[in-house]
Each structure stands twice: as structure tokens, then as C-alpha cells.
């Protein structure tokens, strides 16, 4: 995209993702001229996405900015015998990690238009209430500076945007509407895993998804091919880049460079941003100013943009007066086990997570533990959806022997995974790193990521409750059990500018204003008190961005 | 001559004068990085993972012609080619035979058990290994391996309207 002639910017948006993508339509749908700015290219579905070549297995999304390594890495922490239980492993190469410190596997994202909405498996969860109270009822991470009824209208509102498809009730959070489109249908495989569930007593519901069950607002249905995360060709999986976008593009307000990296904020004497300096997509730098300023980089990229910003005005960092910004970084905590059922279930097919078991999402719901987690089904989200992996990770061998066991086995395949709470800690944080810089000389982030016992009891939990499941779903032999124990794997990522009201206490207020940069927003994950019991925080991201939007113009108005 | 060295001596035969010379060339001629006939076993092992059974060859499904692009590019992965297909040879002349390629299927396949059990550091036991995840790799991104698993081919733009029901059989 180029720019267009210089014109009025009354707000600058950082970032395309959930958080501001949605902040970008909504102050452009409220008649303000939005300038957003995307690190990342734009993606075109039916040109970049691979899913119709017969080697569609053989890549992942198709990244045009590589992220393997775009962060840094603390060393991680060394690996316990008595976690043994909680060691990767698959049939044919045994143990993944084979070292003694737990390896950094990737903080799993993309740069460009959309953000890491474009490989999302779109889960468009709400927070678990009680979930939002966890320094006040248990005493860990913090309490949230609002209530589930404050946001509940803006889940709607962003339900309605990139088409959420589920069940019109969920008796752990309230709706004030049904979700605008119904339940997808449950896939063969999940059903049996379903059958299993139910067995232990556990419930087992379709999932809420951003995935269209019918043809909804310019945008087709669903047809069930697995693979959201290689990208959706068909546009019915709702990436901000086929949401928001085109949403705050028809109002005319809103002005998108894309392959434009901003280099750093700057902080003025009278404790607000005074310009963003970015560099375009011809290397040229440039500095734009705006009566306000909405960060959305992520949990991991935004605390690296604000500390790489300090000056004489900030000189720890912008909106660091607390210390905290970087600091209380939560991940994702995870586990799946996949494993062999004896029938043929065709296990390919369906939508990923298409299901879900809520009964643990509470945060006192696991015994001795604290913090919640929740399972679905894994088989898309494990990548054994397809005969290469299904060969190299499930069946091995060779000769004649493979090709037996791969006809035999191809699609029999089943998976349950977990994703659960981790809680801050001291040892988990993003600083800058103090000697690697990227190509513009911006130092890197630097991950520092710790699971306390408490995490790695909750992970416990999770491994032994997935393994239960599939044994009761009739599966007779795992093939492959991956946990976030001994490999880093993080997709979400929370917390590292919390809001709050102390100020000595959190970064941002409950608007996501910056307590003392007031153009400053922050509008993505890194706002996060607490990180949920394992509810994908996409759709949480949206509706606390719009309602930042709105209090932020109210406040104008 | 067995079956098996029949369908690649043919299929050698019909590559070469269809014009796909560069990958019989790689295998039976001097190999243009340097020594002779260096990958000259490469193909034969491939077959030897992925024979010609319930789908085609390793070698029938273009495989090994992959792995050589992939060397011509890679410098260490080459010299992991290089160094298992000299250890592929050198096994084969304990059968009083000078190439793994010539040996009998027996054999070929006694020799790559060995290189399955070999230790976990050993060279052959990582040539094995490297070679088997990339034979995988592209084998079964080629259609002509999907018929005998009942595998219909990419996601889209079908996608999988049955997803509900038992899988057809």
C-alpha cells in the first residue's frame, strides 16, 4: 500500500493484529482519521496461501517475514527428573528434547496485515469471570480494573465483526445475544472423542469459532478443510485482514502502510507522545504525529518498542514509571497427546478445536492448584492432518512394513490438548537484549520465560486428564504426547503492560491509557492482568480494544 | 535382475530420454560437485525406504532428484549425502559387491537395518534418519503416493464436506 497526500492524523495505530485492527476500525467507523502502520506485508488469500498444491503439507503459514528468530532468548530453565511425566516425545524419535535445559522451540506469530490472526485456528472465546479476580480471590497475578459485564456488550460487538459461529449459551458467561451465526457441526473424529469425554463424566460442547458455518456478510461458509492455521483461502475464517480492515477501509478514514516499521516513540516534555518515527517500506524515515497513539504489537513487541523509546523524558522507557512494562510475561501453557484409535476415522477432516470442555476453566477448579485450563481436540492444531507427518511422526518405519502401516493407520489419528493458566512470576519477562539489535539497530526482546511448580502441577492435570480422555475414547496406542514443559511453544502471550488502577502497580488504566503518556494506548494482550484458564484471548484482545476506542473519544467528546 | 531393478533400469532408461538427464546423470555418472559417482547409491536406497509395494517408488515418485536439489544448495546436507552414500558402499562390499545399488533387495535391506540400529551419534544412523524425514517429506507430496492410503489430495478447494460422517472406505 502507499500513502496517500499528507493529510489530518488524529490517531496513529500500531500494529494490525486482533487489538489494532480493531482499534483501527472502530475510531475510523467514529469519523477519525487513522493513520495504521504494519511492520508485515500484506497477505492476498487466494494468491499466498497454499492449501490447493499437492505440497501443501510441506510448509506452515506462508511467513513473508521470518519470526524463528526475530526475539531473543534467556537461557531456560534446566529440565527435573521428577517432570519427567511431562517430557516431549513421538514413536519415531523418542524424546524431542534430549538436552538438559528446556529449549526454545518459538514464540509463534506473524508480521503482517492482520497479525497473528492470519494462522490463528480462530477460537473467539470470552474471559471466564472469575478469572478476572485472581489477586483478590486467590492471591496470584492481579485482578482486571473492570468487571465481565463491562466488556460483555463489546464480545458482541466484536462477535458480530468477524462472525463468530457457537452455541447461543454458555452457562459460565453471560450473553446478552446469541452469537451471530450457529454451532458448526461437530467432526466424526471429535465425536468419538466426545464418546470419551462424556464417559468421565466430563461435558464436551461445540467450540465458539471465528469460522463462518454460513455465508455471512460478503463471505463464504466453511468447508471444513482443518488447516486455518496455513491460512483460509476461502476468507471464511475471520483474520482481521478480512474483518476489521476492509471495515475501516470503506469508511474512507482510515490510511494503511503496510512494510512500514516504527522505530521508536517519542516522548515529549509535557508527558505526551510527540511524534512515531517509522521507516517505509523504501528504508526512508519518517515522523508522524497525532493527538493519539495506540500501541497493538503484542505482548512481546510492544514492551520492546516502549523501553527501545526511552529518552530524557522517559529515560526507563516510555510508560515505565512503574518498572513494570516487560514485566509479568505469561505464555502459553500447553499439552496434547495424540494417539491411535483402532477404527479408520477419516480424523483429517473438520475444523480444528471444534469442541471443547469447559470444566476446568475455573480458577479453583483443579484440585490443589489454582488457575484453570480447558481440551478439544488437537489433531489440526498437532499438524497430524496429512500423510507427511502422519509418516515421519506417527507411523516411521520403512519399506513394506511403512506402507502397510501407513494404509492402515492414515486418518485414524486422534488427539485431545490443554491449554491452561500460567501465572506471572518473577523469572518470566521481556527486556531488551543488551547486545543483539536488529537490521536498524533497535536492540531485540529478550524472552525470559519460567514455569513455577505451580504452572507444572496444572500441566500434570492437564497431560493426565488428555491421556484419560483418549484412553476412554478407545485409543489404544499414543503415538505422540508435545508439552510446553520442556519445549517453549507460545502462541498467547499476556501481560507485560498490565492495566490497573495503582498506578505504582500496572502500566495502563482500565481504558488502556497509559497512566502518565495520556495520548498513549495500549491495545493488545501485553494489558492482560491475568492470562484466563485457557481461553484463546483473540476475542477478549477486539472487545477490549473497541471499548478502549470508545472511552478514549467519549473522554474527547 | 529382480523386479525392482528392472522398473529402475527402465525407469532410468525412460527418464533419461525423455530428457530428464540431470537426475541419472547424479546417479551414474560423475557427479558435477566432483567425485564420481558419488550419490550413485542414493536412489537405491530411497527404494530401499520407500520400495515399490501398495504406491509407487521413492525413486518412481521423483524423490531422490529432490534430495540432490536440496544438495546442490546445502553444503553440509551434501556432505551427509556423500559420507552415508559411501557408507551404503562400503557395506555392500562385505557382500563382495563394490555399490549398495547393485547389491540384491536382502541385502540392501540388511544394510539399512544396520544403519537404523546403529548409535544414536553414529553417521549412519543420522544419514538414516536425515534421509528418511526428507524421503517422507517429498514422497508424499506427490499424488502418486496418495491412492494406496485413501488419501484424496489437498485440502482445498473441496475442503471436507463429509467431515460428520464415517470415512468412506
Not at chain 1, 412 to 424: F, K, M, N, T
Request: aromatic content about 8%; proline content about 5%.
Amino acid at each position: 500500500m502507499t500513502a496517500k497526500s499528507q493529510r489530518q492524523i488524529d490517531a496513529i495505530v500500531i500494529g494490525s493484529g486482533a487489538g489494532g485492527g480493531a482499534a483501527a476500525w472502530r475510531l475510523a467507523a467514529r469519523g477519525v482519521q487513522v493513520l495504521l502502520l504494519e511492520e508485515g506485508p500484506a497477505f492476498d488469500p487466494a494468491e499466498d496461501y497454499t492449501l490447493h498444491r499437492n505440497d501443501w503439507e510441506q510448509s506452515h503459514f506462508p511467513e513473508k517475514i521470518a519470526t524463528r528468530y526475530r526475539q531473543s532468548v534467556a537461557p531456560l530453565q534446566y529440565l527435573e527428573e521428577r517432570w519427567d511425566d511431562l517430557r516431549s516425545w513421538n514413536h519415531v524419535r523418542g524424546r524431542l528434547v534430549k538436552q538438559s535445559r528446556r529449549y526454545f522451540g518459538r514464540y509463534n506469530h506473524v508480521v503482517g496485515l492482520g497479525g497473528s490472526t492470519l494462522h490463528y485456528t480462530g477460537e473467539a472465546h470470552r474471559m471466564l469471570a472469575a478469572a478476572m479476580r485472581m489477586k483478590s480471590r486467590f492471591d496470584v497475578a492481579a485482578d482486571w480494573p473492570m468487571n465481565y459485564a463491562d466488556l460483555e456488550p463489546y464480545y458482541g460487538l466484536a462477535e458480530s465483526i468477524i462472525g463468530v459461529a457457537g452455541p447461543a449459551h454458555d452457562p459460565n458467561r453471560e450473553r446478552s445475544a446469541a452469537p451471530p451465526l450457529a454451532a458448526h457441526g461437530q467432526s466424526f473424529a471429535s465425536k468419538i472423542l466426545g464418546m470419551g469425554a462424556k464417559h468421565l463424566g466430563l461435558s464436551w460442547q461445540p467450540n465458539h469459532l471465528a469460522a463462518l458455518s454460513e455465508p455471512f456478510d460478503g463471505r463464504l461458509g466453511c468447508n471444513y478443510c482443518g488447516n486455518c492455521t496455513r491460512g483460509c483461502p476461502r476468507r471464511d475464517k475471520g483474520s482481521v485482514d478480512v474483518t476489521y480492515i476492509p471495515k475501516a477501509m470503506a469508511t474512507g478514514n482510515c490510511e494503511i502502510l503496510t512494510q512500514t516499521k516504527v522505530l521508536r516513540l517519542v516522548a515529549g516534555g509535557n508527558d505526551r507522545i510527540t511524534a512515531v518515527v517509522y521507516k517505509d517500506s523504501a528504508g526512508d524515515e519518517h515522523s508522524v504525529s497525532a493527538p493519539h497513539v495506540v500501541v497493538a504489537c503484542g505482548a512481546v513487541e510492544t514492551p520492546r518498542l516502549l523501553l527501545a523509546s526511552a529518552n530524557r523524558h522517559a529515560p526507563d522507557g516510555i510508560a515505565n514509571e512503574s518498572g513494570l512494562v516487560g514485566k509479568n510475561f505469561m505464555e502459553t501453557l500447553s499439552w496434547y497427546s495424540a494417539g491411535l484409535h483402532p477404527d479408520r476415522l477419516g480424523s483429517h477432516r473438520g475444523l480444528p478445536s471444534d469442541s471443547i470442555c469447559w470444566d476446568f476453566n475455573a480458577p479453583d477448579a483443579i484440585a490443589n492448584v489454582i488457575g484453570g485450563c480447558r481440551f478439544t481436540p488437537y489433531m489440526a492444531e498437532a499438524d497430524l492432518i496429512g500423510p507427511i507427518n502422519y509418516a515421519q511422526r506417527i507411523v516411521g518405519g520403512w519399506g513394506k512394513q511403512h506402507q502397510r502401516e501407513m494404509r492402515d493407520n492414515f486418518g485414524r489419528v486422534l488427539a485431545v490438548g490443554s491449554i491452561g493458566e500460567h501465572l506471572p512470576n518473577a523469572r518470566s519477562y521481556i527486556d531488551l537484549d543488551p547486545k543483539v539489535v536488529d537490521e536498524d539497530g533497535v536492540p531485540r526482546a529478550r524472552i525470559h520465560s519460567y514455569l513455577t511448580d505451580t504452572d507444572l502441577g496444572r500441566l500434570s492435570f492437564m497431560a493426565k486428564t488428555c491421556r484419560d480422555i483418549l484412553d476412554a475414547a478407545g485409543v489404544s496406542e499414543l503415538r505422540e504426547e508435545v508439552g510446553t514443559y520442556d519445549v517453549f511453544h507460545a502462541t498467547h502471550v499476556f501481560g507485560t503492560c498490565r492495566m490497573g488502577i495503582d498506578q505504582t502497580q500496572s502500566v495502563v488504566d482500565a481504558d488502556g491509557r497509559s497512566h502518565r503518556w495520556g495520548n498513549l494506548y495500549i491495545t493488545d494482550a501485553s494489558t492482560f492482568p491475568s492470562s484466563g484458564g485457557g481461553e484463546a484471548p483473540s476475542l477478549t484482545i477486539q472487545a477490549l480494544a473497541i471499548r478502549s476506542i470508545d472511552r478514549l473519544l467519549n473522554k474527547r467528546d | 535382475m529382480n523386479r525392482r531393478q528392472y522398473v529402475k533400469t527402465w525407469f532410468l532408461a525412460l527418464y533419461a530420454a525423455c530428457g530428464g538427464r540431470a537426475w541419472a546423470n547424479a546417479v551414474a555418472q560423475p557427479s558435477p560437485h566432483g567425485e564420481r559417482g558419488e550419490f550413485y547409491s542414493l536412489g537405491a536406497f530411497v527404494d530401499t525406504l520407500i520400495p515399490a509395494y501398495l504406491g509407487p517408488s521413492g525413486s518412481e515418485a521423483g524423490v531422490p532428484t529432490r534430495l540432490l536439489a536440496r544438495a546442490a544448495q546445502d553444503e553440509n546436507f551434501r556432505h551427509m549425502l556423500r559420507a552415508g552414500c559411501d557408507w551404503l558402499d562400503h557395506g555392500a562390499r562385505r557382500f563382495g559387491i563394490d555399490r549398495f545399488a547393485k547389491l540384491s533387495d536382502d541385502a540392501q535391506i540388511q544394510i539399512v537395518c544396520e544403519a537404523e540400529a546403529a548409535a544414536a551419534a553414529s553417521l549412519e544412523r543420522k544419514f538414516f534418519e536425515r534421509v528418511r524425514h526428507d524421503v517422507f517429506h517429498h514422497y508424499y507430496a506427490n499424488a502418486a503416493s496418495w491412492p494406496y492410503i485413501s488419501h484424496r489430495g489437498p485440502p482445498q478447494p473441496v475442503g471436507y464436506p463429509d467431515y460428520a460422517s464415517p470415512p468412506q472406505q
